[in-house]
């Protein structure tokens, strides 16, 4: 019989990974916590029309790379293939929005039809960070000085660079399209063939075209910082001051632009030469006009999303991730002979005692020095060592595994106290 498998794209995380995963989300929380941004959790499967309707229907994300199908009542859902749109729509049915500012983030799996390659995947996770209600250049400045005190506390603040632009108003958006396209129309046949599609669905993706013949011809073409509206300029200039003035370095990109119809103003992206192709690890901007765009009232709105599966990679190739994360269990209870119930005792006990110690318990039987080659293996501290003679005495032996200190005997009472050391480091991993 054929075996199944995983759909390609579509990765399973593995005790050794999920390791690595719990510590870069600790990360994440962490920081997003310090900057004092709350959780929101939506569904991961929505009405179809929310995302034609945000995202656009000429962009590539719906023509071509969307999870979609017709549910039992016959209606058109899909698998989320980004999170603003669902956080903006959540927002919106629940009231969190009108006369309200919010500072929002969210977590979790996100769908697209892609082909698979490194750091890219049809089934992948990211971090999104949304704020509401705020339209001044400071929020601009407070989301990228976020994303800098993250890429510093990883570690990473020596392989990422910070790329900005402005997209400007709708208005100075069409009159720049138009320029573009009269002038690309005129030299088609020097494009290569995804910009000869996207220049009459979507010509400003072709200025972030990775052909060096595209990019070569427009450095001759129109320029998007020459059509910008005096107000979207002055946002700019003020949001430049701004990360000057918090130390926050960047370079102006001018042919940067996102892919997703619904941004404005102020677009931005996280970038490394580290993972090959993939550069961006983090990406967002402003989409003032999406609110209103979904059925709500007009809204200010700037946000983000990091790519976790970048980001692992990033801090795995940079050698950042701390030691220990391999490890399993804190404590090692060894129970050799005819002691389970004991050992069992034992073990409530000390779990009671320190919530935050991992504690894991040998079962299956098996010597002591079978037993003790698993305590090793765990990656534990301490080996506590439960043979007939002390359970006998109400004792229990101590085997420091990753220090050079003599095996000590214990009163099974002192343990707790003896452990306390190893339960409060679990606890700072755990934070």
């Given amino acids: 019989m054929k075996k199944i498998q995983a759909i390609r794209g579509m990765n399973d995380l593995l005790p050794a990974d999920t ?35 945000s995202i656009g229907e000429v962009t590539d994300i719906v023509e071509k790379e969307m999870y979609t199908f017709e549910d039992r009542n016959g209606e058109s859902v899909t698998l989320r293939p980004e999170g603003t749109a669902s956080c903006v729509r959540a927002c919106e049915e629940h009231g969190l929005l009108y006369n309200q500012t919010q500072r929002l983030w969210y977590m979790g799996p996100m769908f697209r039809y892609e082909r698979p390659q490194k750091g890219r995947y049809r089934q992948f996770h990211q971090v999104g960070i949304e704020t509401f209600g705020l339209e001044g250049p400071d929020i601009d400045a407070e989301l990228l000085l976020l994303g800098y005190h993250l890429f510093r506390q990883l570690g990473l603040d020596h392989c ?162 701390p030691e220990g994360l391999d490890a399993s269990v804190d404590v090692y209870l060894a129970a050799v002979g005819d002691v389970q119930a004991e050992a069992l005792k034992l073990a409530a006990s000390l779990r009671e005692q320190l919530p935050q110690l991992r504690l894991g318990m040998h079962c299956g039987g098996g010597s002591f020095k079978s037993q003790l080659k698993k305590a090793d293996k765990s990656g534990a501290q301490v080996a506590l060592i439960l043979g007939e003679d002390e359970a006998a005495e109400g004792k229990v032996a101590v085997k420091y595994l990753r220090e050079d200190r003599p095996q000590q005997s214990l009163n099974q009472n002192d343990v707790a106290q003896l452990l306390t050391s190893v339960a409060s480091g679990a606890q700072q991993e755990a934070k």
């Fill in 160 to 321: 990422v660079s910070l790329q900005i632009n402005s997209l400007g108003s709708d208005a100075a958006r069409a009159a720049f399209r138009e320029a573009l396209v009269k002038y690309l129309s005129a030299h088609e046949a020097q494009l290569d063939e995804d910009s000869k599609r996207r220049l009459h669905t979507n010509p400003l993706r072709i200025l972030d075209s990775k052909s060096p013949d595209t990019q070569a011809l427009l450095d001759g073409g129109p320029s998007l910082a020459d059509y910008l509206d005096e107000s979207s300029h002055e946002h700019f200039t003020r949001l430049t001051q701004l990360l000057d003035a918090a130390g926050v370095p960047y370079s102006v990109n001018p042919r940067l632009v996102r892919g997703l119809d619904y941004y404005s103003r102020t677009a931005f992206e996280w970038v490394t030469d580290r993972l090959g192709a993939q550069s961006a690890v983090c990406a967002g901007g402003r989409y003032d006009n999406l609110v209103a765009q979904l059925g709500g009232r007009p809204t200010p709105a700037v946000g983000f999303a990091i790519g976790l599966e970048r980001l692992v990679l990033l801090v795995q190739s940079e050698g950042r991730l």
């Fill in 19 to 53: 390791a690595i995963w719990q510590y870069m989300e600790a990360c994440v929380k962490r920081a997003l916590a310090g900057f004092g941004y709350s959780e929101i959790r939506f569904p991961i499967m929505e009405q179809t029309d929310l995302f034609k309707r």
